[in-house]
């Protein structure tokens, strides 16, 4: 649901964007299919996914945290308009 209402703004939460509710979405994928505990997609299905796959979606997901992370401390939001000023036309 956060994605559809952001979907407009774009893919980056710096622009009220639908990153952070993707994040989510994938976080809760990882731990169905993966997860431990009698409720997994894994334990339900009776089947195991490889190794390999796991640690895919691990090293997938670190690459994108240190990416966003990196986006987020390089951004530089523009300076307030000065008191008075006419805002810029759209």
């Known amino acids: ?8 703004n774009g893919p ?7 990153e952070m509710a993707l994040t989510n979405l994938a976080g809760a994928l990882v731990l169905a299919v993966t997860g431990p505990g009698r409720f997994s997609v894994d334990r339900v299905c009776g089947t195991r996914v490889p190794k390999w796959v ?7 997901g670190a690459l994108l945290s240190v990416a966003s992370i990196r986006m987020l401390l ?6 307030p308009p000065e008191p008075g000023a006419e805002p ?3």
Request: no cysteine; glycine share 10%; charged share 10%.
């Open 74 to 79: 390089n951004f530089k939001p523009e300076p």
């Open 88 to 90: 810029a036309p759209s």
């Open 1 to 8: 649901m956060a994605s559809t209402t952001h979907r407009a």
């Open 12 to 18: 980056f939460a710096a622009n009220s964007g639908y």
């Open 54 to 60: 796991t640690g895919a979606a691990v090293v997938g």
